[in-house]
């Protein structure tokens, strides 16, 4: 009895041992499956950001120190789409890491120049919208986003909204434009969020797949979003009729899970695209009928301008390239500040 109670304490302390190293196990493994989430950013308001986590639900967040990304000097370090690692101190979700962006949409800050914006990143693709009517989308500006979509290799769908909404002489225009484009190698087409025609296409095009939605305020985006998929119910407003310039509904970018698989990110309206990080020499190659000519010039640097022997030139001479896209990407060459200017062609 002496020797067994001798022993007794001993087997207490082990046995006390054993359950605090199992407890602190547990606890360092709760720890580090909290401090390792990963999620995608949905919303961001600028100070808190929405992030949708791997098992579906979705948690405020707050960025963990300063971000900069690839050396840019952005307004937004972090944008929707951001695939971002999460810890939790206390009761907080904090974005402790921005894993790498396969791509992004970016454009120069509209207040601070010497600052970019991201508009969205880690996308599958970009449906530009665009309107003919009600308001009119300018060439210099549907040019200006495909010359940024090409540069950070973004598909891209030009499709026209409010179709419905066409006189005569708006279908003949927008026959004229459609065929610049398609020679161009853009893909296009034409709905109408009013009465659902084509609507069946963009869902195929989107399922399974994170598509971005852009373009000028009062092309009917967030009217589109809702006729793609009515059970997100976004608020929409009527184009100003004293200025026909659309009225902002989407305050900042956000991403919706849509209910046929796939998400959609919803932009807004953007008044002026300025480019950036973009060299003279490259601009051309962002033009994919341009690029198809660029072996043909006598000078590998050329800048289909002033030189001689320009194959770009001749093309534009003879109408193989529309005088429209050649003088947009005249007015963005031209442009040093890379602020948005008007095409002459509407």
């Not at 974005?95 to 992004?104: G, P, S």
């Not at 480019?275 to 006598?298: I, T, W």
Request: glycine residues 6%.
């Amino acid at each position: 009895m002496q020797k067994r109670a001798q022993i007794e304490p001993f087997f207490y302390v082990l046995h006390f041992l054993i359950c605090n190293f199992r407890l602190k196990s547990s606890f360092s493994k709760r720890k580090s499956y909290l401090c390792f989430m990963q999620g995608m950013v949905v919303k961001s308001t600028g100070s808190w950001y929405s992030v949708r986590i791997q098992d579906g639900t979705y948690h405020q967040c707050r960025i963990k120190g300063k971000f900069r990304i690839q050396g840019l000097k952005s307004t937004n370090p972090i944008s929707v789409g951001d695939q971002v690692r999460l810890s939790l101190e206390g009761a907080d979700y904090l974005i402790t890491e921005i894993l790498e962006r396969k791509n992004y949409i970016i454009r120069k800050s509209v207040n601070l120049s010497k600052q970019v914006h991201i508009i969205a990143s880690n996308m599958d693709q970009a449906f530009l919208i665009v309107t003919l009517a009600s308001p009119v989308t300018s060439i210099g500006f549907i040019d200006r986003f495909l010359v940024t979509a090409e540069a950070y290799q973004i598909p891209i769908l030009i499709v026209f909204n409010k179709i419905d909404l066409y006189d005569e002489f708006d279908r003949e225009y927008h026959d004229e434009i459609v065929e610049m484009y398609t020679e161009a190698g853009y893909e296009c087409i034409g709905v109408s969020a009013l009465n659902q025609q084509n609507i069946s296409v963009l869902v195929e095009r989107m399922k399974d797949k994170v598509t971005l939605l852009s373009g000028h305020s009062g092309v009917g985006k967030s009217t589109l979003v809702n006729a793609i998929d009515p059970d997100l119910d976004l608020l929409t407003q009527q184009v100003s009729d004293a200025h026909q310039k659309g009225m902002h509904t989407t305050t900042f970018a956000e991403m919706f899970e849509l209910d046929f698989g796939g998400f959609i990110i919803d932009t807004p309206g953007i008044k002026g695209l300025g480019l950036v990080d973009m060299e003279d020499s490259e601009l051309g190659d962002y033009f994919p009928e341009m690029r198809a000519l660029k072996g043909q010039c006598k000078f590998h640097n050329c800048k289909h301008v002033n030189e001689p022997k320009c194959a770009v030139k001749d093309a534009v001479d003879a109408e193989e390239i529309h005088p429209a896209r050649y003088d947009s990407y005249l007015a963005i060459l031209e442009d040093d500040g890379n602020q948005y200017r008007e095409s002459k062609y509407h």
